[in-house]
């Protein structure tokens, strides 16, 4: 079996994703302790921008009529669908930033998704599990003041669900901005309440995770 984890935090050494995703995949090793992980960093080792644009006309011209930079790109977009396709088990780690998806995972699926294999509908990924790891510093949850100002969580799920057809389980964890910004210190007990349940959501669906590859296995 095996596992192809995405980050995607631009700050890994204080990452909420990371930590909640470390949980996940501690528990997707204890129970396949010798089996591989394939894993991208999109926010420490960010994709060129420029690859998806190269990626798209190379795709439409010969092979021997690319230029250098087209045929790179088009090489990297193999790259990128080659890794999900070796992979049985899906884990993402995205933070919510400036209320929309990063941009860093915003270009790996542009340029993923110009490989024929990725097409809308394909069988290359469907029904592997999937969990997605995300966070963001307020609340956009319902009821608050901001509710549908998050735009990335249901974009992933888009692209996770509708185009790879990956069967997703979501962990999320709210308001990790709580203690690092005094405006939010009101949502202390709120803020340590959802820490709590966030992590304890990590242990329980990353051995779910685990579970459903031992499933498949046997």
């Known amino acids: 079996m095996t596992l192809f984890r995405l980050d995607a935090s631009i700050f890994p050494d204080q990452s909420v994703s990371r930590e909640l995703a470390d949980i996940v995949e501690a528990e997707w090793t204890a129970a396949h302790p010798d089996e591989q992980v394939i894993r991208r960093h999109v926010g420490t080792s960010p994709l060129p921008s420029t690859a998806w644009a190269d990626a798209v006309v190379g795709q439409q011209v010969p092979q021997d009529a690319r230029t ?38 915003k270009t790996w699926f542009d340029i993923l998704y110009t490989d024929p294999r990725m097409n809308e509908g394909g069988p290359e990924l469907r029904g592997r599990p999937a969990l997605l790891v995300t966070v963001s510093g307020g609340n956009y949850g319902p009821g608050s003041p901001k509710e549908g100002w998050d735009h990335s969580t249901s974009w992933l799920q888009r692209i996770l669900v509708d185009v790879f057809g990956l069967d997703l389980t979501i962990v999320e964890r709210r308001f990790t901005l709580v203690g690092v910004n005094p405006a939010l210190d009101q949502f202390k007990d709120m803020a340590d309440a959802m820490r709590v349940e966030a992590l304890r959501a990590a242990e329980v669906e990353g051995r779910k995770l685990a579970e459903s590859d031992a499933r498949k296995a046997a």
């Open 68 to 105: 250098p930079a087209q045929q790179a790109a088009v090489e990297l977009a193999t790259t990128l669908a080659d890794e999900l396709i070796a992979a049985d088990t899906f884990l993402f780690a995205v933070p919510l930033y400036n209320y929309g998806v990063s941009q860093h995972v």
